[in-house]
């Protein structure tokens, strides 16, 4: 049974990044002119900080540069790049709901139709959410369960309040 390129580099780095305490979210091999580049893309529920890059960076750069480990990227310079999802990351697996709490998130639904909404809680069937209210109407609250989902994208919110400034209006 023959494997991937990918789906051996899973298998080598995806323990390694566990051990680092982050999910290896995707692996991209691409040829950029004459080089080959070795995209691997990482978090966790509290999110990877610079620190935690760097680190994973060098442990999978010493795997890969393991003679025993030649053969998964074959002969060639590469580069290896190592990142977090950014900020409009689709959401695809569980997980990348629950690290959505509170986010905005554009919806497609199976039916084509489009809903953004604020994601207020996560089970193991769908989605509790907060439809934001147009024209000074009042937000809604609405079911959406995971199987009438097509795609989501987190939305960047340029202006979004935080909790602490929620709690700092009530103390003021």
């Known amino acids: 049974m023959s494997t991937t390129q990918n789906e051996r580099l899973r298998e080598l ?3 390694l990044v566990s051990s680092q305490g982050l999910d ?3 692996i991209e091999v691409a040829s950029v002119g004459r080089k080959r580049v070795l995209r691997v893309v990482v978090d966790s529920d509290e999110g990877a900080d610079l620190d935690a890059i760097a680190d994973v960076s060098r442990a999978l750069s010493a795997k890969l540069d393991d003679p025993d480990n030649s053969s998964v990227m074959g002969d060639g310079e590469y580069e290896l790049e190592v990142g977090t999802p950014g900020a409009e990351r689709p959401l695809t697996e569980h997980r990348h709901y629950i690290r959505a709490t509170t986010r905005l998130v554009k919806f497609t639904l199976n039916d084509d139709s489009e ?8 089970d193991d ?3 509790d959410l907060e439809v934001p209210g147009v024209k000074g109407r009042k937000a809604t609250a609405r079911r959406l369960d995971f199987s009438d989902i097509a795609k989501a ?3 960047v919110e340029f202006n979004r309040k935080n909790k602490s400034d929620d709690i700092e209006e009530e103390e003021a």
Do not use: S, Y
């Not at 809903?115 to 996560?122: E, H, K, N, Y």
């Open 115 to 122: 809903l953004v909404a604020r994601i207020l809680t996560v």
């Open 125 to 127: 069937k769908g989605l």
């Open 153 to 155: 994208r987190v939305q």
């Open 13 to 15: 780095l995806e323990p």
């Open 24 to 26: 290896l979210e995707e």
